[in-house]
T-cell receptor, first 116, second 112 residues
Framework: GALVYQYPRRTICKSGTSMRMECQAVGFQATSVAWYRQSPQKTFELIALSTVNSAIKYEQNFTQEKFPISHPNLSFSSMTVLNAYLEDRGLYLC????????????FGEGSKLTVL | GEKVEQHESTLSVREGDSAVINCTYT??????FPWYKQEAGKSLHFVIDIRSNVDRKQSQRLTVLLDKKAKRFSLHITATQPEDSAIYFCAAATSSGQKLVFGQGTILKVYL
């Protein structure tokens, strides 16, 4: 079956440092990967949508300079939170879409970021 | 852009009763409507979805209804069990399904 592994599950970092998270699709080809953030007590906001062989599209309020994403092949994507501050804390999810499926996103377990 | 409103922030039901969670959306181009469940401290788990070519979809105790005219869709859970307790998120996306816009979430509590 389709699985998405996301790691690390939890990171505690000092204010101003960076955190990199990775997303691995297993059992399917992830033609697109969406990165979301759930801030404390809030819903999921789309950060960016990455499609292989296309430019990464960032949503308003999120930039490549702050959240650089790499999506080099159909099974792997990574995102870094640069210069993390308190407002960056939350649960970061990657959702990978199966090229053979008709729309369903498979989500990883999430990377929880705590900023001290 | 698309906005998804989830009407019930909290819902408490007795075990065995039914629960209904309602969502509305704004973009008439949206045609894919999934539901996800989030248990405490965990990620999103896919529950059920519906596409705009149908107005009803059932999977065991779950039924999703879609009213395209009213731009409204709902999740119905029958014979609720304590393990149904979680936060439920509705979402909407256009046909490509690329970009999901989530509702704010509904905390469902099933009590004995």
């Amino acid at each position: 079956g389709a699985l998405v592994y996301q790691y690390p599950r939890r990171t505690i970092c000092k204010s101003g440092t960076s955190m990199r998270m990775e997303c691995q699709a297993v059992g399917f080809q992830a033609t697109s990967v969406a990165w979301y953030r759930q801030s404390p007590q809030k819903t999921f906001e789309l950060i960016a949508l990455s499609t292989v062989n296309s430019a990464i599209k960032y949503e308003q309020n999120f930039t490549q300079e702050k959240f650089p994403i790499s999506h080099p092949n159909l099974s792997f994507s990574s995102m870094t939170v640069l210069n993390a501050y308190l407002e960056d804390r939350g649960l970061y999810l990657c959702g990978a879409r199966d090229s053979g499926n008709t729309g369903q996103l498979y989500f990883g377990e999430g990377s929880k970021l705590t900023v001290l | 852009g698309e906005k998804v409103e989830q009407h019930e922030s909290t819902l408490s039901v007795r075990e065995g009763d039914s629960a209904v969670i309602n969502c509305t959306y704004t973009d008439t181009a949206s045609s894919y409507f999934p539901w996800y469940k989030q248990e405490a401290g965990k990620s999103l788990h896919f529950v059920i979805d519906i596409r705009s070519n149908v107005d009803r979809k059932q999977s065991q105790r779950l039924t999703v209804l879609l009213d395209k005219k009213a731009k409204r869709f709902s999740l119905h859970i029958t014979a609720t069990q304590p393990e149904d307790s979680a936060i439920y998120f509705c979402a909407a996306a256009t046909s490509s399904g690329q970009k999901l816009v989530f509702g704010q979430g509904t905390i469902l509590k099933v009590y004995l």
